[in-house]
């Protein structure tokens, strides 16, 4: 696990512009740095020492020193890749997985990128040819961000390496700011920063005279297969995840685990026959899963190392949280993945967690909806439109109202993934200059179109698949886990993991009494029934609760009424909600806390805080 930056072109003074690009970065990788420098091209490298401590340096060539790489990541069957290239003539200086994708793109090509088992993002200078090839992995494990400016590219793991070459100005993305109010994460290619984009999962990119073009080389999907009996498939999940547990382990030092009280993470736990896992909680009876972690870990015989969050620790902590993440993230959970891998990395260089689990094989309980509402969706549309549209005419909450308004969208109306924050009519009352881009529907209609003969479950997983689990939950993976210098694997977001829950019937996967209802049964096999059955907590933060606090209250006010609020909103909207939930007529914690996130990422990238960049 490491951390890269570069660009093309070459500058006076290129090697002292990379050198900032990579500090900016140290926190990914501070065992060691490297660069590469041609006439063409400036790569830079940051080591976080994992496989191959003592060779295992980059930037990394070939054997005639014309291909060079920087990779951050990890290849669990380089093992394998590296007997078949050698197979094949390839001549081997050490035994790192970099130095396997330098030979299997003179091999393959672009065609290696299928032969992967891993999560990675690299580049690759051909010199020969002056053509840089990069990639990101399957499901967006790793980061990937890049701009072109005058004919050159500048990349990075982290965006806050490109903001250090001169050639690139930075400037707020109002559009970016638009839909994140809806999604509560920056959702679009383009990200906040003007002209700076992710590349996104599964896709690869060759840039060459000027010009990047770039490509999807694998894509998610469905295909269940109702041939198979539920004992069938939970034997297909329990052996691919010891295989993947097994191929994660890989590693020249000690892995850990994190650990809260949900399956997920206990199931990783129980079966990777480590020492230590890392947990944390918070000083609310609900908030708090440490009690479970200590259970779980008694039981299997591992040790559990826990810290309890102050919620004085949680407020400090949010602005330099907010930097690291590079782009606004309105999930509370990140602060407590930030603690969790504080934690952790006191221990250990890298750590296992259960991302992926609830997208994979039907977690979320928001899943159960279609199943809750079937009765009432064969209703006749118009009926239930004329339903909805009673219950939203009245002015105060009933049991039932939500129910009634949903009732009557199609999946494709109302899902857009586990968060909807503003809906379009709010966002445009609280934004000062919306710009009317894009409606939710918009984003998500090209991904619906590819899955409109699935049932509407695996229709939502595939919307989460690709919008929530990139542009929240890896996001925050990676840059919290990175803030430490500490990895983090994630064993479900495996592809060979993917290739069975793909084919699950989605009564294997949600029933009206349970979600993950054949990986539960699989995790069941090593988990006490207290875990196995535990309702998904994720990481719960009380928010809500704090919000009411006076002192709370008082310092998101004074961020809402501050000059970056005032640039941005309608102030006196803003300050509407924050009232409201003070005083109990709604809770507004979520929404709260979406703009507060922007108005904190924002001072810290455009204000006059101690992380400006």
Avoid at 103 to 129: Q, T
Avoid at 156 to 169: C, D, F
Avoid at 554 to 559: D, G, L, R, S
Wanted: hydrophobic share 35%.
């Amino acid at each position: 696990m490491c951390g890269f930056a570069g660009f093309t072109g070459y500058l006076e003074n290129g090697k002292d512009v990379l050198t900032d690009m990579m500090n900016k970065i140290i926190h990914r990788g501070p065992d060691s740095a490297g660069q590469y420098i041609d006439d063409k091209a400036y790569m830079g490298f940051r080591r976080l020492s994992i496989i191959d401590l003592d060779n295992g340096s980059q930037p990394m060539f070939n054997e005639n020193k014309k291909i060079v790489i920087t990779f951050n990541g990890e290849i669990y069957n380089y093992q394998d890749l590296r007997k078949d290239l050698i197979e094949k003539g390839h001549i081997f200086a050490n035994n790192s997985d970099t130095e396997v994708l330098i030979h299997a793109y003179e091999e393959y090509g672009e065609d290696m990128l299928n032969k992967l088992r891993g999560m990675f993002a690299f580049v690759i200078w051909d010199s020969e040819k002056e053509t840089l090839f990069g990639a990101r992995d399957f499901f967006g494990i790793k980061p990937f961000y890049y701009t072109v400016v005058d004919g050159n590219i500048i990349y990075g793991s982290e965006i806050k390496s490109i903001l250090a070459h001169p050639a690139y100005k930075k400037e707020v993305n109002d559009v970016a700011l638009e839909n994140y109010l809806t999604f509560q994460y920056s959702v679009l290619p383009e990200t906040f920063f003007k002209g700076v984009y992710k590349l996104m999962p599964g896709h690869c990119f060759t840039f060459h005279n000027g010009e990047i073009n770039i490509k999807r080389y694998w894509e998610p999907t469905f295909e269940a297969d109702e041939s198979k009996s539920l004992d069938e498939f939970v034997k297909e999940i329990d052996d691919a995840m010891h295989d993947s547990v097994e191929h994660h382990k890989i590693s020249d030092v000690e892995v850990g685990s994190f650990l809260s009280s949900g399956v997920d993470s206990s199931y990783v736990a129980a079966t990777f026959n480590g020492d230590k896992t890392f947990t944390v909680g918070f000083d609310y009876e609900k908030y708090n899963e440490i009690d479970y972690a200590k259970a779980l870990s008694e039981k299997i015989q591992i040790d559990n190392y826990s810290k309890l969050v102050s919620s004085e620790e949680y407020w400090a902590a949010i602005p330099k949280i907010q930097y690291h993440m590079d782009e606004p993230l309105a999930d509370p959970a990140a602060i407590a993945l930030y603690f969790v891998s504080q934690t952790a990395s006191k221990y250990v260089k890298v750590s296992m967690s259960g991302e992926g689990a609830d997208e994979f094989f039907g977690g979320y309980n928001i899943y159960k909806e279609p199943l809750d509402t079937a009765g009432y969706r064969k209703l006749p549309k118009g009926l239930r439109k004329c339903l909805a549209n009673a219950a939203q005419a009245v002015p105060f909450k009933f049991k039932g109202k939500n129910f009634l308004i949903r009732g009557s969208k199609d999946i494709e109306e109302r899902f857009i993934g586990n968060a909807f924050m503003f809906n379009e009519k709010e966002r445009a009352r609280i934004l000062k200059n919306p710009t009317g881009k894009y409606n939710h529907k918009e984003l998500t209609k090209p991904f619906y179109d590819k899955v409109k003969d699935k049932d509407d479950v695996t229709k939502m997983q595939y919307i989460d698949i690709n919008f929530w689990l990139i542009g929240d939950i890896l996001l925050k993976a990676d840059k919290m886990s990175m803030a430490h210098s500490l990895e983090v694997r994630v064993p479900f977001l495996d592809k060979e993991v993917f290739n069975v829950a793909r084919t699950l019937p989605t009564k294997y996967k949600v029933n009206k009494s349970n979600t993950k209802y054949a990986m539960r049964k699989a995790a069941n096999q090593y988990l006490p029934d207290m875990v196995a059955e535990k309702k998904k907590l994720g990481f719960p933060v009380p928010i809500r609760i704090w919000l009411k606090d006076e002192k709370y209250y008082n310092m998101i006010k004074k961020a809402f009424t501050s000059e970056a609020a005032n640039k941005y909103f309608n102030t006196d909207e803003l300050v509407k909600y924050l009232d409201e939930h003070k005083e109990g007529k709604a809770d507004n914690s979520r929404k709260i806390w979406t703009v507060y996130m922007f108005l904190v990422w924002y001072n810290d990238f455009f204000g006059d805080s101690e992380y400006a960049a």
